[in-house]
């Protein structure tokens, strides 16, 4: 995608990418030569709606948006930032979405762990789009003697060399390099040095590798019909930041397949709804009236499909008992919940129907739904919000489903039952169907948001479903949603020369798990990898440097290591903790290091993982420690053990990191 000022390719042409995953490309600048503050190259994650109320002088309009990834990245300038918190009040707090109190700052030849002091000034701003920067305090620190104290440290602001009220924690509005000159505060009444803010652009063509890492609880990409915008969406933006109202721009769409929520064993029992009728025969006055008899409907089905699967409707009935004949539709509703993230809250609902099959029941007929061809459309999974920007006070957006079997005659009227499913973003595997299918566990659930209860969310361990790091994992097939697309162009986006960026994202289906077999076994699911038939995979140490050997051949590391896994699944579930490490340590990016680690974890033996092989990790990856116990704590054997890994974490982490340790 490109436009006169950027190119940006990715090395993933679909731009299609599992939670998780790192997207990595290269952003080319076209712009001629010309001043500004500085290159700027971000990904952003983002739900926001916007909805109204009234027409003319009597409408209202009201938005949310809530920031679940920011990651930013200055290229050119000595000029570096966090992301803005908006209404962040007295408090700015960073750190509730990825990314967001993150400044990427490189250092010089003789600064760092090269041995010299890298002397920066932080200042934090309040930023007002459009208009100059408000200096609210600022301070000299030394970065090499930040990272050398192992911790968080607090520092009183100043301003023009007095103090000022306030304190700044590990994260600032801005960052940049002062002159090389600059070794102490100033003397009062006098501001530290500005950043230079007109640096020149070198001229087209210079390029940009860059690396994004997601989140592996990545809400995934949607467009729902709700309101007049209502959607979860990422891209990558590069910007030449003028501070003006028209910045040159470009932004690049990229869809985030989800690996949540999945569903908990109650969901997957049959459950059973029945209703009954007097069904109308006339339509007069837009009224129906004049009875034809009865009609009873009976819907038996669990309660979490994924996107593709086909619905299990054994016992489900249709019973006309009328005198006409009645259409009988199966239909997927989607209710969406939609609100504003500021200090006052408002909210709306909407919903969609998704029809997915239907057939006519003739009168006197009864006629069972076993072998109606009903598939789950390529649907967004169900969203019950996610952890983001501090400065929202709510989630914007929030959607689940229905599924419902309705009866309607030619008068209109119609009688239906409505059952809460999730609609899950894997399959559940064929085993875990098979053993909920003995239980009698009739867990009834009255409204559509009421089946987060028995949902996972989250990226702890979930047995009911693989774990899946990659679309290769799961055996889905990626197509356009069902959902359709939206306009994702902001305000922000006026110096981009388009007025729209139109966002289409996709969505992982499945084949049916369902298994009508007495015996399900890991051979019978296509979504567990196994060796080939005769494949013979030698010792441990020659499948282990085989691994080793096919990370230096290949450029995603993260696919080499699943294809080794699908391999050698005998030696992937054997690594000691030494060999685990050793892995982290050969890639070449430490922004890669947790999505290895977590590809790594899912082809380890049951009860192997445990908080041994995080010591040794973070020991090999001293810049990943907290993104590897993300990675890893969830599924160790012995959390018990984790103090003993907490104590190797800044302070300020530790709290986070512990609630980690789930199992």
Not at 340 to 363: H, K, L, N, W
Not at 368 to 389: E, H, I, K, Y
Not at 508 to 524: G, H, K, Y
Request: charged share 25%; aromatic share 8%.
């Amino acid at each position: 995608m490109s436009n006169k000022h950027f190119d940006i390719e990715l090395d993933r042409p679909s731009g299609v990418y599992y939670a998780g995953e790192v997207v990595t490309g290269t952003m080319t600048l076209q712009a001629k030569d010309q001043k500004c503050r500085s290159l700027l190259l971000s990904m952003i994650g983002q739900a926001k709606v916007h909805w109204h109320t009234g027409a003319g002088d009597n409408r209202t309009d009201y938005d949310g948006k809530k920031i679940f990834l920011d990651s930013e990245r200055t290229l050119l300038g000595n000029f570096y930032r966090t992301t803005i918190l908006d209404e962040a009040g007295e408090n700015a707090i960073f750190g509730g979405a990825m990314g967001d109190g993150d400044m990427y700052i490189p250092c010089l030849s003789n600064e760092g762990t090269n041995g010299g002091a890298m002397k920066l000034i932080v200042r934090v701003c309040d930023s007002d789009w459009g208009k100059k920067d408000d200096n609210l305090g600022e301070i000299i620190l030394d970065a090499k003697e930040l990272a050398m104290h192992g911790d968080a440290k607090t520092f009183e602001l100043t301003r023009k060399g007095k103090p000022e009220k306030g304190t700044v924690t590990l994260a600032a509005k801005f960052v940049w390099r002062p002159p090389n000159t600059l070794m102490t505060a100033p003397p009062a009444g006098k501001g530290m040095p500005e950043p230079d803010m007109k640096i020149r652009l070198p001229g087209p063509g210079m390029k940009f590798k860059f690396s994004f890492p997601t989140r592996s609880d990545s809400p995934g990409s949607a467009v729902v019909s709700c309101g007049d915008l209502a959607y979860v969406a990422y891209y990558i933006k590069a910007e030449i930041d003028k501070k003006g109202r028209r910045n040159p721009s470009l932004k690049y769409p990229i869809t985030i397949i989800p690996s949540r929520p999945v569903p908990m064993p109650q969901l997957l029992s049959p459950y059973m709804i029945e209703d009954e009728d007097q069904i109308k025969s006339m339509k007069f006055c837009c009224f129906a009236c004049g009875e034809a008899g009865l009609v009873r409907i009976k819907l038996n089905s669990r309660r979490a499909y994924a996107p593709g699967e086909t619905l299990q409707l054994s016992g489900s009935e249709v019973m006309n008992s009328s005198s006409i004949p009645v259409t009988v539709r199966v239909v997927l509703r989607q209710t969406t919940q939609l609100a504003t993230t500021g200090r006052f809250e408002c909210r709306t609902e909407g919903s969609q129907r998704f029809e997915i099959a239907s057939r006519v029941v003739d009168a006197g007929a009864s006629v069972r739904l076993d072998d109606m061809n009903a598939v789950v459309p390529a649907v967004p999974p169900s969203f019950f919000g996610a952890n983001g920007s501090s400065t929202a006070r709510r989630d914007p957006l929030t959607f689940t489903y229905e599924l419902s079997l309705q009866a309607k005659a030619s008068s209109g009227h119609k009688i239906k039952v409505d059952m809460p499913v999730l609609i899950s973003a894997l399959p559940a595997k064929p085993q875990a169907i098979q053993e909920a299918s003995t239980n009698s566990n009739q867990v009834p659930i009255d409204s559509p948001f009421e089946i987060q209860n028995f949902a996972v969310t989250d990226d702890s361990p979930c047995d009911t479903v693989i774990m899946a790091t990659g679309l290769e994992d799961s055996g889905g097939e990626v197509v356009p949603s069902a959902g359709g697309a939206a306009n994702i162009y902001e305000v922000q986006d006026a110096g981009s020369s388009v007025n729209y960026y139109m966002y289409h994202p996709q969505v992982a289906t499945f084949p049916s798990t369902f298994n009508n077999t007495t015996e399900v076994n890991d051979e019978d699911n296509p979504y567990v990898p196994t060796s080939s038939s005769g494949n013979v995979e030698g010792d441990h140490a020659t499948a282990y440097n085989a691994l080793t050997e096919s990370m230096k051949l290949s450029y995603d590391a993260r696919l080499a290591v699943d294809e080794w896994i699908k391999k050698y699944p005998i030696a992937a579930a054997t690594l000691t903790a030494a060999e685990f490490a050793g892995v982290l340590k050969n890639v070449l990016f430490s922004l890669e290091q947790a999505t290895i680690a977590r590809e790594l974890t899912s082809g380890m033996g049951s009860g192997v993982l445990s908080t041994e092989y995080i010591l040794m990790s973070i020991e090999a990856c001293p810049y990943s420690k907290l993104e590897l116990v993300r990675a890893m704590a969830p599924y160790v054997s012995d959390p018990e053990n984790k103090e003993i890994v907490l104590d190797e974490l800044y302070s300020f982490e530790r709290d986070e990191a512990s609630k980690l340790f789930t199992r």
